[in-house]
């Protein structure tokens, strides 16, 4: 059973916080690579920051470094990211993401890497 299921999306003004959740079924949640993308209207979708399975490897992408943190709760099979300092430029969808078991690996903020998606949260920064 495949599942992710993202909340915590909202909107909330410059220098403000949010934390995104997301839940995922076991069988994804194991996937090893667990990650959060974004996609603003008119680009691509782009990594955030990924987290490895035992949550010891954790990656940024430069843009958010220092201000965002990926974390995971095995016990409740849920990922999340907490988002501090954010700006208008963070404003997008945002999209929870399971490695899965096979494909190619280009890297753990590659869209490619990626087998499972959510449904995405929206996150307005004004």
């Known amino acids: 059973d495949v599942q992710l299921v993202e909340s915590g999306g909202g909107s909330v003004q410059a220098g403000g916080s949010l934390r995104l959740s997301c839940a995922a079924s076991?069988?994804?949640?194991?996937?090893?690579?667990m990650g959060w993308f974004r996609q603003a209207p008119g680009k691509e979708r782009e990594g955030v920051a990924s987290?490895?399975?035992?949550?010891?490897?954790?990656y940024y992408a430069d843009s958010v470094k220092g201000r965002f943190t990926i974390s995971r709760d095995n016990a409740q099979n849920t990922v999340y990211l907490q988002m501090n300092s954010l700006k208008p430029e963070d404003t997008a969808m945002y999209y929870c993401?399971?490695?899965?078991?096979?494909?190619?690996?280009?890297?753990?903020?590659?869209?490619?890497?990626?087998?499972?998606w959510g449904q995405g949260t929206q996150v307005t920064v004004s």
């Open positions: 987290i490895t399975s035992g949550g010891v490897g954790t």
């Open positions: 993401a399971a490695r899965g078991y096979g494909g190619n690996w280009y890297g753990p903020l590659e869209k490619a890497s990626y087998g499972y």
């Open positions: 076991e069988y994804t949640y194991n996937s090893n690579f």
